[in-house]
């Protein structure tokens, strides 16, 4: 296929930068080149952020990145530069703190101007291409820009250096000195009354439209009620934390944020019914959803729970797995609706119209998996839904009731309605994939999510012991020392994609990678496993913590273009990589009997005093971690086992963890080791209890 233009990002192997090769901006990537060009020809940085299945940063593309014109005016008076939020976190998190800060909202695309030193002095999200109901539009924005910067660059300097003082000063901003103590159990009750005040108990979730899964917010209501259901002043609030979890588990597996037809989960949903979604699929939302449906499947047997396992373990690994090992980071919402077809639609890969669905399965079956479904003859989205008219006469797929349900109403056995709806959701994945054109697929690796979906794998093995699920966490581990990780200095690498990218790994890396290398060893009694932790975090420690007022920042020391180093308690899409690192270093700190880190587990706590006493509902995970470092727990217990944050050893005689910890390297010396029989510990609170003999009476105490 031949292009007008094609600008140096065609160099680049990021796929969203890629996306932008051929626009006729004179793109830069984020990159030493672009800062010297800015600052040898005194010109402002247009900075546009985006990652590669963003809606709209695709809009913004085609209206202005795409036009002539515009890109005359951009290649003329700025240098820009195009970077991948998902690829480069720092410099992300840092400008859209500012634009936040100033306009009160945020989103991608990003579109910020910075002076030749990186200082911002103007910035918001999307822009239309022209003016629009008093709104300037990204072509008026721009001229009045360079025209402002060609008056009085200096004028506007003094403004960039004036706002990123503003900015550094709100962000190392320290609390008040308080001498009082925090207390874990009351953090974590705060946290549980704000869900509760804000929960759905129609349809599950928390708040109104739109509304997304948030599994850190499900995972710790897990935690809050396994730490309590036998507190018999807490008892109640616990089983509500727990029934809270489970019906929206339930809600959003019939939603029609769950892909009925090809498994795995969309971004968010719409509406309050979890019924009509953003279509997009991100990898660290199957990972955290896995993580939670194997605590919910484990705590309850429930057979949804381990359907829904198995779904997301298959959708992954049908549509998103790395031929080596690894997953790739993402699908796009939209995508054509036929071949041939001239513009992408959102949904269009998973949307349906009656008739297709006659003609499919058939006028019986379609019958039956119409009532299952929700089906209507003219569509079952609420205009509302559909501001743009792509959904005019689809359905999207969302359960009406139960299988029972639907075989009352049809008239049949529960064997034949799912025999229905099995084959017709195999006949129509077959459909949809030879006949539809696929969503545009994110190809690149992202250590930190293939950290968090390690957890996952290892997780689901925990809760099912299927070895096919336990070899692809592995495998993913596998993919990431050999291609990602550097031996010789312990240092991880961002992402990968046709070949490691030249991007040093950041915070969130680390965490969510030692996270999984620590399930990963608790379900395989790997030392390697936990050998490698605990090598990554030295390095973490090494390159992200501050040694003066405790936590860790996002970037390391070393990187030298990033005016401010932001750290990040709070949680988003994704866990706060500041908790996972908490959480990890108790852990590890415990089990390899490692002092120091107990220190610095108690200095992390103390860093984040303010935020947590204030507003601990907008960090969840720091509050299980929290919990976790206040009962200071460690239990060696087996599988199917759910216990928060629980840490599985095997007292090897000659292993790693017996060279870091007195404690388990006097249990396995002992005489009772040597006898060929097994025996349990159960340690807590820094302590362990007598020895342990057979499941029967393993089992006893922990439910003790």
Known sequence: MSHNFTNRLINEKSPYLLQHAHNPVDWYPWSEEALKKAKDENKPIFLSVGYSTCHWCHVMEHESFENESIAEIMNKYFVN???????????????????????????????????????????????????????????????????????????????????????????????????????????????????????????????TAPKFPTPVQLQFLIDFYMYNHKNAERAKEAQNALDMTLLTLRKIAAGGIHDHVGGGFHRYSTDTKWHVPHFEKMLYDQAQLLSVY???????????????????????????????????????????????????????????????????????????????????????????????????????????????????????????????????????????????????????????????????????????????????????????????YNPSTNTLLRSYCNGPSDIDGFLDDYSYTIQGLLYLYQ????????????HLQEKQNELFYDNENGGYFVVSKADENMLIRMKEEQDGAEPSANAISLNNI?????????????????????????????????????????????????????????????????????????????????????PKAAVNEPVAYICENFACGLPIYGTEQLCKQLNQ
């Open 81 to 207: 530069v195009k970077d991948n939020r998902e690829e480069n976190p720092g410099v992300d998190k840092l400008y859209m703190t500012y634009i936040q800060l100033t306009t009160g909202s945020g989103g991608w695309p990003m579109s910020v101007f910075l002076t030749p030193d990186l200082n911002p002095f103007f910035g918001s999200s999307y822009f239309p291409p022209e003016d629009q109901n008093g709104r300037p539009g990204f072509k008026t924005l721009l001229n009045r820009i360079a025209l402002l910067w060609v008056s009085d660059s200096n004028k506007v300097k003094a403004s960039g250096q004036n706002m990123i003082q503003q900015l550094k000063t709100y962000i190392e901003a320290k609390p008040a000195q308080d001498s009082k103590q925090i207390d874990a159990s009351q953090v974590a009750e705060n946290t549980y009354a704000h869900f509760a005040s804000s929960f759905d108990s129609e349809y599950g979730g928390f708040g």
């Open 294 to 484: 194997s605590s919910a499947y484990q705590i309850t047997g429930e057979t949804l729970f381990l359907e829904i396992i198995n779904d997301i373990v298959k959708y992954v690994l049908r549509d998103l797995y790395h031929t080596e090992g690894g997953f790739y980071s993402a699908e796009d919402a939209d995508s054509l609706p036929f071949e041939g077809a001239s513009k992408k639609l959102e949904g269009a890969f998973c949307i349906w119209e009656n008739s297709e669905l006659q003609d499919i399965l058939g006028l019986v079956n379609s019958y039956v998996f119409g009532l299952h479904y929700s089906v209507k003859e003219d569509g079952n989205v609420d205009p509302e839904q559909d501001p743009h008219n792509e959904l005019l006469k689809k359905n999207v797929l969302i359960e009406s009731g139960t299988i029972q349900d639907t075989a009352k109403a049809a008239s049949m056995t529960l064997g034949e309605v799912k025999n229905i709806l099995d084959d017709g959701k195999q006949k129509l994945w077959e459909y949809r994939s030879k006949v539809r054109p696929c969503p545009h697929r994110d190809e690149k690796i992202i250590t930190s999510w293939n950290g968090l979906m390690i957890t996952g794998l290892a997780r689901a093995y925990d809760a099912t012991q299927d070895t096919n699920i336990l070899n692809l966490a592995i495998s993913t581990a596998e993919f990431i020392y050999s291609n990602l």
């Open 523 to 534: 379900v395989t009694f790997d030392e390697r496993w936990i050998e490698w932790a605990y």
């Open 586 to 670: 108790v852990r590890l700190g415990t089990i390899l009997d490692l002092s120091g880190y107990r220190t610095q587990s108690q200095s992390t706590i103390e860093s984040f005093k303010l935020a947590l006493n204030k507003f601990p509902f907008a960090m969840p995970a720091l509050v299980s971690s929290f919990m976790l470092l206040f009962v200071g727990e460690f239990k060696s217990i087996v599988s199917r086992v759910f216990l928060p944050n629980k840490m599985v050893a095997f007292a090897k005689a000659d292993g790693f963890i017996v060279q870091k910890n007195q404690v388990v390297k006097q249990i396995a010396e002992s």
